[in-house]
Structure formats: structure tokens, C-alpha cells
């Protein structure tokens, strides 16, 4: 049996080769500082791309607590939901770490959902329970589950392999469907 044509070439050689070959994939500005990165350099700008997520969920992380509290002063019985509007994002950011191409993407369509809970900003616990909010807020309630679950799938094909996974561009038109149906509640 003949060895493999790596393990004819010397170890260097081959180091090499392998990470020209990669050179000739990823632009220089992406790897100009490849050579000086360290390990820790890594571990770090995980950490760095972790607070940066944080900041861009922020706004949503904000308007999901105001949503919770207005909601729950209006609304009885909703303390036992209010859970699962906010539950599904931590898991879904976590599963949808490892495909980069879905990630930020992800992200970015939870950024779209943050700007649907300025317009309740008006409300407050001490709003006045009218029929109208009460049923605004309970569409928004279905929609933010209906969105995590779109997501939730999305990110869920990936995990299973599933052939062929939904693409991006039909679980975000059924994201952008989910957004409209919110804005016609606060219009």
C-alpha cells in the first residue's frame, strides 16, 4: 500500500501547503494577523463577539422586559408564559453558533424584533386594560413564539442534517410576514 501523497512530503512541506492552500481562500485582510494570534487572542474575541451579541440583543432584551410588564399587569394568569418568549433565545444563539452563515443572520432578524416593542414603550403597568391592548398584546405574544419557532427550525435542520434544509431567504420572509402582522397591531 502506498502512503498517501502527505505523508510523502515532509512535515513542514506539508504544513505548509495546507495553509497556502487556505491563503488562497480567505482574503488578506481577514489574515494578515493570523501568524502573531495566539490562542488566548482567540478565547477572547469569542468573548468580545459574545458581548457584541449582547449589545445588538440588548434592545430586544429591553423591550421583551417592558412587554412582560405591561403584559402581566394587564393580563392575568401570564407570569407562567412569559418564559417562553424569552427562553427560546438563548438556545437558539447557542445551537446557531456553529453555522456562521445562519448566525448573524439570526441575529440580526432578533434586531428586527427589538424594533416592534419601541411603539409599546407608550404603555406602561398602569395602562388602562382596554380590549384593544389586551388583544395587541396577546398577538404579539403568538407572534414573538410563532418567530422563535421559524428560527427554531431553521436552526434545528442544520443540527439534523435535514435534506435540504429550509434556505434563509424563505424562514426570513416568513420572519418578515411574522414582523408585518406585529407593526398592523400597533398601527
Known sequence: MSP????S???LDSVRHARDDFRLI???EES???GT??????????FL????????????????QHYASVTNAIIDDMEE?????????DTIIRRSRQYADAFDKIVTAYTKLARLFVPLCVFNKDSPG???LVETLAAYYVNILMFHQHIYMFVWQRDHDFNPPTPWEMTEGQLEDILEDMQTHIS
Open 81 to 89: 408564559y412569559m418564559p417562553w418568549i424569552w427562553a427560546p433565545i
Open 49 to 64: 463577539v459574545d458581548n457584541i451579541v449582547e449589545q445588538r440583543l440588548s434592545d430586544l432584551f429591553a423591550g421583551l
Open 26 to 28: 480567505i482574503s488578506f
Open 37 to 46: 494570534t495566539t490562542l488566548q487572542h482567540v478565547k477572547d474575541g469569542v
Open 130 to 132: 382596554n380590549l384593544g
Open 9 to 11: 512530503i515532509p512535515p
Open 4 to 7: 498517501s501523497p502527505a505523508a
Open 32 to 34: 494578515q494577523h493570523f
